[in-house]
């Protein structure tokens, strides 16, 4: 396998029946694996079981979704929306226990 060689029809033409694969996995470099690689949906998977640390964004994909760390924005912007911490506070736990404000 060269390393620099141009995609063609050919090398495709055993996957169509596959379905059409997307365009980041026809250009990885270990392509050639995933066609050997069945099970790695359900390796992923319970992989979470074991490893004890928690995932916050289990709910993520890094490769589809982007990476995290633009969740700080997102944080800072719904805090300025629900008018402050003060406005937050105000309406959820003062209400909730008829706290006099």
């Known amino acids: ?3 620099n060689k141009r995609l063609t ?14 365009i980041n996995t ?3 470099k270990d392509r050639h694996v995933l066609a050997y690689d069945k099970g ?4 992923t998977d319970f992989k979470q079981y074991q490893i004890l640390k928690q995932n916050p964004f289990w709910w993520t994909h890094q490769r589809h979704d982007g990476k995290s760390w633009n ?14 911490v003060e406005g937050i506070l105000e309406h959820t736990l003062f209400k909730g226990t008829y706290f006099p404000t």
């Open 71 to 84: 969740l700080n924005n997102y944080r800072t912007d719904m805090i300025q929306a629900l008018d402050g």
């Open 40 to 43: 790695w949906r359900v390796r």
């Open 1 to 3: 396998i060269t390393q």
């Open 26 to 28: 026809l250009f990885e």
């Open 9 to 22: 029809l050919e090398d495709l033409e055993d996957t169509w029946d596959r379905g059409i694969p997307r």
